[in-house]
């Protein structure tokens, strides 16, 4: 019985079709065989890396993108120098550059005063053989008034050659009359720096400064000449009624024994310089004044125009100081002046 199916299952084997096995050695050999097979680079199952396009990748644009991203603010800048001043103390951007500015204008000071005594130092080497005769001598007493911070120290310091009187950011810093003398060839000009004026609105001195002012006042008439000054840049940006009721009430009475003179100081901080045209038509009918100016008190611009003004005005008198020397008390009130001029810049208010 045994033999019989083995037979059997022998004619079953030997009556199936040849076909029925694969025919393609090649895939008995990948399915039975992990070895890499050599095909025809025509064959459609073969992969071909140039038939597809990679795209070009750029790093140091990506980096670019990337640190734009980081580097983005997530705060306003207002926020964040709020933020600074109040955990560090620091000052905002607009301090430091109002900062930036003080500092660049003290410098242009120094500048400038340095330049003013090599001048004089220079002219003074050609002229000290030349004495004046004092038949021959022409002398002017100049007062210089306006509303404080208008500039009048800085011109005293510019015309004198030399620092006689404190320049400070702080209002009233002139607490004293102080004496400087500019001469030239045969003209002695003595200037009297005088303390900063200013009106309430009914037209009358501030009582707290009135003790410092009232001086000022009693002194106006014993000048052969007057400046009266005023700051144009802040009278066309911040127009103060109180300051043109001051140049109003100086300049509406003429003096026959008397010449007032208004200048516009500090036309170098004037963008638009037409601007100045109109304020010399507000001021033009004022009979008090012999004549108006546009200066810098700090630059010198226009200063040549007062000073040669000036020497046309001087009386023929013997001088009242002499020019080759400087005594005890002006070397003392120039030293005081310096000091006080640092000090201010540093405190709110000093007492001297």
Known sequence: MKSLRVLRVLASLAGRP??????????????????????DSSDNDAF?????????????????????????????????????????GEETQKSKLKTALHEEEDDLKRRVLARALLEAAL???????ELVREEDQKSLSV??????????????????????????????????????VMT????????????GLMLNSRGYAYKDVKTRVE???????????????????RHLTRPDSRV???????GEQEDAKQKRVLCMNKVDLVEKKKELVQVIEQFKDLPGYDR????????????????LYLTTQAIKRPWDEDPLELGEEVMKNVSLEVVRERLLDHVHQVKL
């Open 48 to 88: 071909d890396s140039s038939h597809y396009a990679i795209p070009a990748i750029d790093p140091d644009a990506s980096a670019t993108s990337s640190s734009k991203t980081l580097l983005e603010p997530t705060w306003d800048v207002k926020y964040r120098e709020k933020a600074d001043k109040f955990i560090f």
């Open 215 to 233: 001086n000022a006042w009693s002194t106006i008439g014993l000048y052969d000449v007057l400046i009266v000054i005023f700051d144009v840049h």
């Open 123 to 129: 002219k003074g080497d050609d002229e000290e053989e």
């Open 18 to 39: 040849s076909n029925t096995l694969p025919q393609n050695p090649t895939h008995l050999a990948r399915c039975f065989t992990a070895h890499p097979q050599h095909q």
């Open 292 to 307: 108006q100016f546009l200066i810098s008190g700090l630059k010198g611009v226009g200063v040549k125009d007062l000073t």
């Open 143 to 180: 007062g210089i008034i306006g509303a404080p911070n208008a500039g009048k120290s800085s011109l005293t310091n510019y015309m004198v050659g030399t620092k006689v009187s404190a320049v400070s950011r702080k209002t009233n810093t002139t607490i004293h009359e102080v004496l400087g």
């Open 184 to 195: 030239e060839g045969d003209t002695q000009i003595c200037f009297f720096d005088t303390p």
């Open 244 to 250: 043109i009721r001051l140049v109003k009430k100086l």
